[in-house]
């Protein structure tokens, strides 16, 4: 088994230890670290909503970078900062976007906090990439 870490600079360095994903060949299996909203400028949106959006947007860049896309994603977990339920449409409007069909396993968790205290929205990911 070869591990590639996979770090594009299209999106935020890490700010931590951790890889952005890690490809791994002879099982095909790419493991997404926690992608949050930080957009490519190091500026962070406030809400929920925007926050989901552009960290979703950071996935796909990371994907792409992998050789893979959002299609290729078989199991999600996700953590929100604030109650999901009040934003519950605006949310799914924006998966909807990213995941149209052939939906990803899902977990979906509200947390007490993040690192950061400005952070409302992470998400990470197991994909199964094309040989």
Excluded: C
């Amino acid at each position: 088994m070869h591990k590639t870490f996979i770090s594009p600079t299209s999106i935020y360095a890490p700010t931590w230890d951790f890889s952005q994903a890690i490809k791994v060949t002879g099982g095909s299996l790419l493991f997404v670290s926690g992608i949050i909203g930080y957009r490519p400028d190091g500026t962070m949106p406030r809400g929920l909503v925007d926050q989901a959006e552009v960290a979703f947007e950071n996935l796909q860049q990371v994907l792409a970078a992998a050789g893979g896309a959002m299609a290729d994603i078989v199991k999600v977990n996700v953590f929100v900062g604030e109650d999901y339920r009040l934003h519950r449409d605006e949310m799914r409007e924006v998966r909807s976007r990213f995941f149209p069909r052939d939906f990803p396993v899902s977990t979906l968790v509200q947390v007490a906090g993040f690192a950061n205290p400005d952070y409302l929205f992470e998400i990470e990911a197991i994909a199964a990439l094309p040989a």
